[in-house]
Nanobody, 120 residues
């Protein structure tokens, strides 16, 4: 089985920064796309940032220029650096990975989520 564990959430003032990390563990033969999503209270989960196995990235318009996604393929980790945070960024952030697991097939895995609260 594969587990994704996020860390790094917390409370920060507007304009501040946080760095989220996500580590994948278990029987992993490869990871293609890794993504971060978020879900604010009363809203649908939305895609925030994407990085593929080659390092190509993409971002939601709402976070472009403020967030940076990166990964370490050797460690099976993905990070999300969040700068100039706004109150609208408050949400539970989830890590997702498309993993080739013990079945030798690629499947989606999700972390448990980490709370990010931006408030003065």
């Amino acid at each position: 089985q594969v587990q994704l564990v996020e860390s790094g959430g917390g409370l920060v003032q507007p304009g501040g920064s946080l760095r989220l990390s996500c580590a994948a563990s278990g029987t992993i033969f490869g990871i293609e796309v890794m993504t971060w999503h978020r879900q604010a209270p009363g809203k649908q989960r939305e895609l925030v940032a994407t990085i593929d196995s080659g390092g190509s990235t993409d971002y939601a318009d709402s976070v472009k220029g403020r967030y940076t996604i990166s990964r370490d393929n050797a460690k099976n980790t993905v990070d999300l650096q969040m700068n100039n945070l706004k109150t609208d960024d408050t949400a539970v952030y989830y890590c997702n990975a498309f993993v080739k697991d013990y079945t030798s097939r690629y499947r989606d895995y999700w972390g448990q989520g980490t709370q990010v609260t931006v408030s003065s």
